[in-house]
């Protein structure tokens, strides 16, 4: 436990790293070609706001630590999430050969 | 946590830049099975920022469930669809790449400038500290336990999905018309079922 009044790392510093993650996650959302690594920037997307839920917990919410609960659920679903997606995306893959991104306009205008 | 105070702050220091530089290896890299061992890495090195937020029990689901589940998952789905494909240049694209990082970077400026000019209220309640596992284990099966049970039921449905999903069809003749289904076309020549003629015209392929 930390035992001094003030923390040695500021909170604001992990909300620093969380929305760094945050934005790479979103640059690579919109910027990614293969389909694998727009699942990856979602992940890091996710981590992001568990970063964020957890350095909360801890510094505004020692004593309910209900951040740290809300970020096993996240995990839980961001679980599914990613089970989900390359299942979705392996039969995508199966019916059009391809993970590019730009070629997946079937329902684009 | 009792360790001192300077080693935290160089464990939060290495393990915020080795967050950060290798999640923009993981989108920045050509070759997607370095992001996807850079992406391990950045969730290792999550796990240790929430080490150091006195939270041992996420630490552990962390690298149990995104190492361990989600990344070997992402590597199995890189292994099935690893085909060497030349991809087709798309006019404006540098334009969009820097649009969409001014657009990143703006937001990240917004977030920046939120974290640090709202009056946090700080020094909060004193963390529990090792005492965390019992207390999420309080949450999870009184306040918490019907999201807890949701949960099992939301894993169970993404389990099944994803096997219907990602099978094989099986079946001998199509559900629709009745006829023999053409087997091959699944599993041994690689047609794929829809094929473009034209950039903008995908035409359904015909049973040969």
Known sequence: MISDAASPIPLEAFLAVAAMLFCVGVWGLINSRNAVRVLMSIELMLNAVNINLMAFSDYLDGQLIRGQVFAIFVITVAAAEAAVGLAILLSLYRNRETVDMERFNLLRW | ?208
């Open chain 2, 1 to 208: 946590m009792s360790i001192a105070s300077t080693t935290q702050q160089i464990c939060f220091l290495v393990l915020s830049a080795t967050t950060v530089i290798g999640s923009l290896g993981v989108v920045l890299l050509p070759n997607i099975v370095y992001s996807a061992f850079l992406l391990g890495g950045v969730f290792l090195s999550v796990a240790g920022l929430y080490l150091l937020l006195n939270a041992s029990f996420v630490a552990a689901a962390q690298i149990l469930v995104y190492v361990g589940a989600v990344n070997v998952l992402i590597l199995f789905a890189i292994m099935l669809v690893n085909k060497k494909e030349t991809l087709a240049a798309i006019p404006g694209l540098l334009v969009r790449r820097l649009l969409s990082g001014a657009v990143c970077a703006g937001l990240f400026a917004l977030l920046l400038r939120v974290a640090f000019t709202t009056p946090w209220a700080l020094p909060g309640p004193t963390p529990v500290g090792e005492e965390a596992t019992i207390r999420i284990g309080e949450h999870l099966f009184t306040d918490y336990l019907l999201p807890f049970e949701l949960a099992s039921v939301l894993l169970l449905m993404a389990m099944i999905g994803a096997i219907v999903l990602a099978r094989r069809d099986v079946f001998s003749t199509d559900v629709i018309t009745g006829e023999p289904a053409d087997q091959g076309l699944i599993e041994k020549d690689r047609t794929p079922l829809l094929i473009e003629t034209s950039a903008n015209a995908p035409t359904l392929l015909t049973k040969p």
